[in-house]
């Protein structure tokens, strides 16, 4: 008797039992879908964003062989650190050569130089042959006059008076020549000139390219522009590299930000300055805060390639997003732990 009576009672407990587990299942979900929809209503969530820095790549301005690669990868370096040389050797060569055309060109010029005080002087001597050759006619003509007026006079013989005029005559050949050769002299000055001229602009020339010479013997020496850490390199010793060859890159380990890809129907409600909470997908249990910056003046899709153009063909209206800029808050405290790459989860509290 005692037996059938126990029975009932150990049913009862048990469906009490799960009626309470059941109900208090139903009230945690009650719970937990009402403060999902209420922080709906507040937040506004994104797990398409990540971890974004500055990647500057390292690329050579001249071409050549590797002589030497002083970083190996993932290393820290400091801004105007020697990451990599190439073999200057023919740049040294072509830099002798360029000097020594200059040291020709500088004694161009100084030849140039004494050209034009010979020019000068010779010049100077056909103006004085010029002056004198004047006095000479001058006085030639006075004769030929004087003795002109004898002859039809018959004081003088005929032999005086074609003496006298022969005179004349030399006298004014003599002066006509003498301002021809102080012509050319001049004319020499202007050509001794333009010879100056052309040697100093050939020597101007010449420093040009030794100054392009040593800029490219600089360039050998590849060096950093910033602070941070390598990348994986793409240079090894021998190896033939050009200008402008992606050689390695240099990743920015104190300047991070977030880049979170908002839906066109969430930025609605968002502005500058909201809070941000940050979840990475790498450290699950590390709260992080940030702030919006700044929101991309375009869509991710107008970056693309291949810009969509809903003009062209039939018209599929897809749900667009918006790059929005985080500021991390307390960046300096994370920097060890932060890389650019990492995906993150985003919830903006709206108001």
């Known amino acids: 008797m005692e037996t059938t009576i126990e029975a009932p009672k150990k049913n009862t407990t048990r469906t009490i039992v799960v009626r309470v587990i059941l109900g208090l299942l139903l009230a945690v979900g009650l719970i937990y879908g009402y403060n999902v929809w209420n922080n709906s209503r507040h937040h506004e969530t994104t797990d398409n964003a990540q971890i974004e820095t500055y990647v500057v790549p390292v690329l050579p301005r001249v071409s050549g062989y590797?002589?030497?690669?002083?970083?190996?990868?993932?290393s820290s370096i400091k801004k105007g650190q020697l990451l990599l040389e190439i073999d200057n050797a023919e740049y040294q060569m072509g830099l002798d050569e360029l000097n020594a055309n200059y040291q020709q060109a500088l004694a161009d010029v100084e030849n140039a130089k004494a050209n034009i005080v010979n020019t000068q002087l010779s010049y100077r001597t056909s103006l004085s042959?010029?002056?004198?050759?004047?006095?000479?006619?001058?006085?030639?003509?006075?004769?030929?006059?004087?003795?002109?007026?004898?002859?039809?006079?018959?004081?003088?013989?005929?032999k005086q008076y074609d003496d006298t005029k022969n005179n004349y005559d030399v006298a004014i050949n003599q002066y006509g020549t003498s301002n021809s050769d102080a012509a050319v002299s001049k004319s020499r000055i202007n050509v001794s000139q333009s010879l100056l001229l052309k040697a100093e602009a050939a020597l101007k020339q010449i420093q040009s390219k030794i100054d392009q010479q040593k800029l490219k013997l600089d360039y050998t020496k590849v060096i950093a522009t910033q602070s941070g850490k390598i990348g994986k390199k793409n240079a090894e010793p021998g190896q033939f590299v050009q200008a402008g060859q992606p050689l390695m890159s240099i990743v920015n380990d104190s300047l991070f930000w977030i880049i979170a890809n908002f839906k066109e129907t969430q930025i609605g409600k968002m502005k500058l300055g909201d809070v941000v909470e940050i979840k990475l997908d790498s450290y699950p249990n590390l709260d992080l805060k940030g702030k919006i910056s700044s929101f991309s003046d375009a869509t991710g899709a107008r970056f693309s390639l291949l810009p969509p153009d809903n003009a062209s063909g039939n018209f599929v209206k897809v749900t667009q997003r918006v790059p929005v800029k985080i500021e991390i808050l307390d960046e300096a405290k994370y920097k060890d732990i932060l890389r650019a790459g990492l995906s993150a989860e985003i919830s903006v509290e709206i108001k």
């Open 66 to 74: 590797v002589k030497s690669v002083n970083v190996q990868d993932y």
């Open 129 to 158: 042959n010029q002056e004198l050759t004047g006095i000479r006619r001058e006085k030639a003509k006075a004769d030929f006059e004087r003795d002109d007026k004898l002859f039809n006079d018959k004081a003088i013989t005929k």
